[in-house]
């Protein structure tokens, strides 16, 4: 059985979080995909499995604590709370 971090978002400013996603994915080499109300991030950690957070939403991601990637995501989530408001558990 993998590893999971659940979250929740109510991302306000948008437009501006995805930039400023999609500015850190290419910094740190994962691949950044705008899908209108959702992004989707790609990591090359594997068996990571791809991030997809909504605008306005929740969700769960399969990181198996594969670093650096499962430290990343937790970053992530963490940084789109100045965008709105985030909550992350992990199990």
Not at 1 to 7: A, D, I, K, L, P
Not at 13 to 23: H, Q, T, Y
Request: glycine share 8%; proline share 4%; charged share 25%.
């Amino acid at each position: 059985m993998g590893y999971t971090v659940y979250y929740r978002c109510r991302i306000e400013r948008w437009v501006e979080f995805k930039a400023f996603l999609s500015r850190v994915c290419w910094g740190l080499g994962m691949e950044f995909h705008d899908k209108g109300d959702s992004v989707l991030i790609k990591p090359k950690c594997y068996p990571v499995e791809p991030l997809r957070l909504k605008r306005i939403g929740g969700g769960f991601v399969k990181t198996n604590l594969v670093e650096p990637c499962h430290s990343l995501y937790l970053l992530i989530l963490q940084s789109a709370a100045s965008f709105g408001s985030v909550s992350v558990w992990e199990d």
